[in-house]
């Protein structure tokens, strides 16, 4: 049996009832706020007929209007901030369909409140003061390095702000300084495990004892390689850039489902066809909404993750329900090294591309550890019969523009025209053969 150190165990083992309570007047206290100051909510919730007096009941919840992230794409960039610009003290991004980021603003209080959160993700791994926590999620907007640095931050654990890549470098801190809780993706947790094995490096000179692993979807059996390769407990944990980054919710050490930090988020299930609430235990979309953000709030946010809840108590003592392992998603994003990526991006950067016809495939692989995207570009025909050093400025051309609009870099292979299979329905531009 595990023993669990909890942060805040006054509100991580709030009665349920009394969470309940607080999460009600926070609601109805939210739903002012967005119906005042925010006219994308005004126009949805007049459209539906709902006003902010009639939230009531926790239950009332399903009456209010969804939000989507193309609501933040065409808000862009501030149109959903619900304070004057200067309560703002940050902003966040990641990417979104199009070429803009999606950003999302914090006031201090939302920067109180997400350390906050993050705190206890991390101290979900027993850590303290005496940890030495090394986050390797990228900091820059990404809300991954910021988020875990000011979590650790706040539990008064020393932290090493790395950010994400330079793995030898990663490696010696972590055996120069002691690094007890590695903080990044799992995929990059799995490649540093292999480095440290391939450099013949023995577990026994380092004094990692954790892990707080999530940006993406990853499995039980990639728990299981991760605690062996690196002798932890590797914990799942998730957020997203819309609701604070991470900090949504967090494994405790039973490593039995993610607990939801229910007195600052309300989650829902829904159907994602029908659009209605379902009860605990089915599987459906994950909805948000916030309830103590001031900077950007979001209500009933559909996330697009098909999860399942579970509100069974947990024997770390938590009172907050989990939610299990995120198991797909019901649009097309994928996460490629960490980025989330839309085929539209992609295909909005080969559309203003002269000499590229708007056919292409994406294949994503994994080598090793670290993703790979190959993108299967066709050419037109007056741009087949360039030379073979036309193409390869074509080829670089396509590579930079990918890079800078889409984050990453990808491996561009031009084919011929007409080479790429036609569809009669609904094109499959996406070959995913990554094998979790
Ligand atoms: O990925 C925030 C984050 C940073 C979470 C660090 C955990 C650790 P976004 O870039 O906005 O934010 O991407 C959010 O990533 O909707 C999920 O599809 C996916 N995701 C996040 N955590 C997990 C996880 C951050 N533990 C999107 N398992 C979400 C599976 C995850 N998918």
Known sequence: MATHRIWNPAAECM????????????????????????????RRMDEKGVKPEDIRSLDDLQYLPFMQKTDLRDEYPTGLFAVPRREIVRLQGSSGTTGKPILAGYTRNDLDNWSE???????AANATADDIVQVAYGYGLFTGGMGAHQGATKLGAMVIPMSSGNTAK????????????????????????ETIHEMGIPLSSLKLRAGTFGAEPWTEAMRKRLETL??????DIYGLTEICG????????????????????????????????????????LVFTTITKEGMPMLRFRTHDLCQLDASPCACGRTFVRMKRIMGRTDDMLII???NVFPSQIESVLVSIHGVAP??????DRQGATDTLEIQVEITEDVF???????????KQINERIKSVVGISANIKLVAPKSIPRSEGKAKRVIDKRKL
């Open 385 to 395: 019969a360039d030379t073979v050093g036309q193409l390869e400025t074509l080829e």
């Open 15 to 42: 009665p349920r009832e009394q969470l309940r309570a607080l999460q009600l007047e926070r609601l109805k206290d939210v739903v002012r706020r967005e119906y005042d100051n925010v006219p994308l909510y005004r």
């Open 230 to 235: 690196l002798n932890i407990d590797a914990l």
């Open 170 to 193: 990663q490696i010696m801190m972590m055996q120069d300084v002691g690094t007890t809780i590695l903080s990044c993706t799992p995929s990059y947790a799995i490649h540093i495990a």
């Open 337 to 339: 090294r960490g980025v």
């Open 246 to 285: 991470p900090g949504v919710a967090y494994e405790c050490l039973e490593k039995q489902g993610m607990h939801v930090n229910e007195d600052h988020v309300i989650v829902e299930i829904i159907d994602p066809v029908t659009e209605k609430p379902l009860p605990y235990g089915e599987k459906g979309e």
């Open 117 to 123: 959160m993050m705190a206890r993700t991390i101290g």
């Open 359 to 364: 056919h292409y495939m994406l294949v994503v």
